[in-house]
Structure formats: C-alpha cells, structure tokens
C-alpha cells in the first residue's frame, strides 16, 4: 500500500512535517510494509515556506527590518528551475508577521512591510525569476507600501517629504518618486497565494475586516481605510492600474503595489503551493491519502489545504482519511469531499490542554485507531 500522508500544521502545537511524522508513525503500526510519503502540505499562507523546503527548495535566511523596526531573522526559499532561472518562496509572516508586534492600535498604525521587500530584493538577487508570495500571518495594513520602499519607492508628501513607514502614513502621500526603483521587478514574475477575496479598502476591505486582529481600534481601523483608499488612488494615478479588486486586501493590502507595478497574479493558495511542491504528482501514486489540521470547522470547508487535497484525491478515485485536532464539521459533510473516516485528538486526550500539550503522541494514536477501524 502506498500512503500520501500529507497534513496542514496543527496550528500552536505541530508544524506540517511534525504532524505528517507522527501520522506516518500511526499509520505504519498498522501496516507496517506500507510505503508512506511524508508530504507536509500548506494554503499560501504560514507552512509554505515549510512546505516548499520539504520539496526540495533551499532555505535562507536574511537579517530583516521587522514590522516595527525592531530586526528580525527571516527565512525565505529558492530552487533552481530548468529554463536556467529559479523560483523563491517568501512568506510576509516570515519578515512581517504578527508574532513579531504587540497588537496594539498604535503598532496597528506602525506596522509595515518593509523586511518583505528586502527578502524580495535578496531573492532576486540570488537570481529569481519567478517569486512566489505566500501572504498569512502579517502584522501589517499598509498596502504593500513598506516592501516597494525597499526596493526603492519613495511615497510623498505635500511638502515633498518622505512619509514615515507603516498604514497610518499612506493618507498623507500626494506624490511618488519612482526613480529609485529596482528595474529588476518587470523582469520577475510574481505569483501571490490569496484565499480571502476581501478588496484593499471599505467595509470589507483590509483594514475593517483585519485590522482588529493586528490591534486595530475603530479609530485606527478608519485612519488605516483611508489610507488604503489615498494609497489605491495615487497608485492609480501613477500607473494607470485599479488595484481595488478581490483579494487585495489581503495581508493588509499588500498585493495592492504588486499589482500596480509588477505584472503580479493572485492565485488560490493550495493549488499554488500544490504546483510548486509537485503534490500532484505525489497524489498519482498514491492508494491512500491521510491528511489533517488543527481544526477541522467551516471554514476549511471552503477550499482550505487538507479539504482541496481531499477533493483532488476524491476525483482521482483515492479515498482520503481525516486526522484532525478536533472536527466541528459532519462525517457527511466530509464524506461530500471523499473523506471514509476520521478522528479528532480530542477523543483520545484527556482534555483539550493535552491535547495540545501532546499533540504528536495523541496524532500517532488517533491515526491508529482510525486505520484500525476503517
């Protein structure tokens, strides 16, 4: 039996690899002549990166200005391709997540995307050809002003001054300076892994829909909206573009300058990662195919990874079980998607603290106990 056992991270308890390393050690209890590939699977958003080194890319890391100055270390992927140019991963969370900024309406304020173009700059200078954004996890609302100003944007004022960085100065801008700006990025393609179809400013837009969660009070979330809206209407005029289009806002905005001064494309996140990673290719071979994540609910239902891997499994013929840390979904909407069976963590720890506490143990017992019983 071949068995793709290719899990999402268990958010706050496993990354994707550790997860598919204790699903393969349960599954292996049960048949242990199996051939069980360990495929750790990711949407566009944190695990990418993850998800990219497991498939072979290089990992780097780089020294970045983090998303509220303060220096962060931030890793980044490339491989080579076979037209003689090469692929990077870069993950916004990696030089501007979250993790790294206290969520407070000042920082919300603050936060920019700087360090993201400084990765974007050490890739094309490892010699990038196609990069690829991975954009979850971010800290920041500024419309992807930081990471062009690192490649050499300058937004102006009135005054003709250069604004500070971060979402609460893009109101100010009136002017851009583009003489400093890499020439490079026309040469590149960009490829940015958007789920959300929330566009860069208004009521859906980045600022009011995510800014809370990145500390965001009213009063930040309306100066951050309006600085979207000035930041989309000086972008427009400079190059023509409408960036105000579904999946904009996410990350704060960040494709919003990509699409306004490359020739940028967003594109659903697992079947991005899914191409780059040659999981299609994983999937061919495969009698079985276990995957999971940390909450199996609603939302995976709408096309987050182990749910996309199940339909893509399901329409090849390839039954799919479900290893999750708890399921808030029914066995028949699952079954919908091709899922024969599933177990959550919960039923085998004594709590939901141990559950996290020992997710690898409980995973390892859950896929056991799953296996034996389908």
């Known amino acids: 039996m071949r068995i793709l056992i290719a899990p999402d991270k268990f958010k706050g308890s496993l990354t994707a690899a550790e997860a598919a390393a204790a699903i393969a050690e349960g599954a292996l209890r049960v048949y242990p002549d199996a051939v069980a590939t360990q495929f750790p699977i990711a949407d566009g958003g944190e695990g990418t990166l993850e998800a990219a080194v497991s498939a072979g890319y290089e990992e780097r890391l780089n020294a970045v200005v983090g998303p509220i100055l303060a220096p962060v270390g931030a890793a980044w992927a490339i491989r080579p391709n076979a037209d ?5 991963v870069i993950e916004t969370a990696q030089a501007s997540g979250l993790a790294e900024m206290e969520p407070t309406p000042a920082n919300a304020l603050r936060a920019h995307s700087y360090g993201c173009g400084q990765l974007i700059a050490a890739a094309i200078e490892a010699g990038a050809t196609e990069i690829v954004l991975g954009v979850g996890g971010s800290a920041m609302t500024d419309g992807g002003s ?28 009136v002017a851009l300076d583009t003489s400093g700006l890499d ?26 829909v995510f800014g809370p969660q990145k500390g965001a009070d009213e009063e930040a979330a309306e100066l951050l909206d309006a600085g979207l809206r000035n930041w989309a ?8 573009r409408d960036v105000n289009v579904p999946g ?8 919003a300058s990509f699409l306004a001064f490359t020739s940028a494309t967003l594109e659903g996140g697992f ?15 495969a009698d079985l195919v276990i995957t999971g994540e940390g909450s199996m609910d609603s939302q995976s239902l709408t096309g987050k990874a182990p749910i996309a891997l199940a339909d893509a499994a399901h329409g090849l013929g390839i039954p799919v079980i479900v290893v999750a840390g708890r399921i808030l979904v029914t066995p028949e909407e699952l079954a919908g998607h091709g899922v024969v069976a ?12 141990d559950a996290v506490a020992n997710a690898a143990k409980y995973l390892t017992w859950a896929t056991t106990q799953v296996l034996e019983g389908a």
């Open 342 to 353: 599933a177990a959550q963590l919960l039923d085998v720890a004594g709590s939901a603290e």
């Open 248 to 255: 904009a806002g996410a990350a704060g905005g960040f494709p």
């Open 233 to 240: 209407s000086v972008l427009r005029e400079v190059t023509g």
């Open 146 to 173: 930081g990471a062009l100003r690192a490649l050499g944007l300058k937004p102006l004022d009135a005054a003709g001054n250069v604004v500070p960085l971060g979402g609460g100065s893009l109101a100010d801008v």
């Open 271 to 285: 079947a991005l990662v899914a191409g780059l990673t040659g999981l299609a290719g994983q999937l061919e071979n």
């Open 183 to 208: 020439p490079r990025l026309s040469t590149v393609t960009f490829r940015i892994a958007v789920d959300v179809q929330n566009p860069l400013y208004g009521i859906t837009g980045a600022a009011h």
């Open 84 to 88: 003689g140019g090469a692929t990077a």
